[in-house]
């Protein structure tokens, strides 16, 4: 069973930049495509930006498009999200997911793997 462990949240500015960096272990991503979510404050988890098992494909909301970016290194078995432009509706809890396959899904109940999720907070 694959453990996600998501780092690089914090207090930014907006117009910084951050990047997130979601870490599995308990076995190798190499099979997995996988995934950004977000919650913010007072709403349901939504669709961040999602990338193949290859590092191929990729998808992202229109929302963060231009701004966001997802890829992967599979020998660090690490997924990234850097994230440039920063906005305050960027404010959110940022989870990190894994799915048993090979292409870039949206839909969150698609994922069966999921990290305790990383705060960013976009504040002047």
């Known amino acids: 069973q694959v453990q996600l462990v998501e780092s690089g949240g914090g207090l930014v500015q907006p117009g910084d930049s951050l990047r997130l960096s979601c870490v599995a272990s308990?076995?190798?991503?190499?099979?997995?495509?996988m995934a950004w979510f977000r919650q913010r404050p007072g709403k349901e988890r939504s669709f961040v930006a999602a990338?193949?098992?290859?590092?191929?494909?990729?998808a992202s909301a229109d929302s963060v498009k231009g701004r966001f970016t997802i890829s992967r290194d599979n020998a660090k078995n690490t997924v990234y999200l850097q994230m440039n432009s920063l906005k305050f509706e960027d404010t959110a809890n940022y989870f990190c997911?894994?799915?048993?396959?090979?292409?870039?899904?949206?839909?969150?109940?698609?994922?069966?793997?999921w990290g305790q999720g990383t705060q960013v907070t976009v504040s002047s």
């Open positions: 997911a894994a799915r048993l396959g090979t292409s870039a899904q949206q839909r969150e109940d698609q994922y069966r793997y």
């Open positions: 308990g076995g190798t991503i190499n099979n997995y495509a």
């Open positions: 990338i193949g098992w290859r590092g191929i494909s990729t």
